[in-house]
């Protein structure tokens, strides 16, 4: 995988949530909308934070390493369940359509990976079939 992964898979969320808004919008449903915006909000602020750690912390050299995961948990974890607590207590929020848009994080990181194995299967395959050609031209001559 290459280095930018991540920044892609950050525009696949972008256009699972456009295309999910949308359509919550086309039949009418604002608040079913919302309701997935807030949880690919959490989704991916979730996998952001895990970027963030694995960048700054699991890296030769990392200062301490051990502090800097307990001052995210201190920090993260609350304001997660903070969250929920407001979410869950909102009447107009959608707590299915909530879970789905946590789910949609993982469709999209999952699609990302699939699409790159699909290529590098197809490249593989588009290799292999030119070699066999070009070596079947070489026994005609």
Known sequence: MDE????????SIALVWVIAV???LAFQRPWIALSITLGMALGTAVLF??????RKVFVPGAAKPGRAL?????????????MLYVLV???RINLPAFCGGIF????????????I?????????????????????????
Do not use: C, M, N
């Open 4 to 11: 930018r992964f991540i920044a892609k898979v950050y525009r």
């Open 22 to 24: 949308t359509w919550a």
């Open 49 to 54: 934070t895990y970027d963030w750690v694995i």
């Open 70 to 82: 307990l001052k995210l948990g201190l920090v993260k974890y609350p304001l997660i369940g903070a």
């Open 89 to 91: 207590r909102w009447e």
């Open 104 to 115: 949609l994080v993982h469709v999209a990181i999952f699609a990302k990976l699939a699409g």
């Open 117 to 141: 194995k699909l290529v590098e299967r197809w490249q593989a395959g588009e290799a292999s079939t030119a070699v066999s050609d070009s070596a079947a031209r070489h026994k005609e001559t």
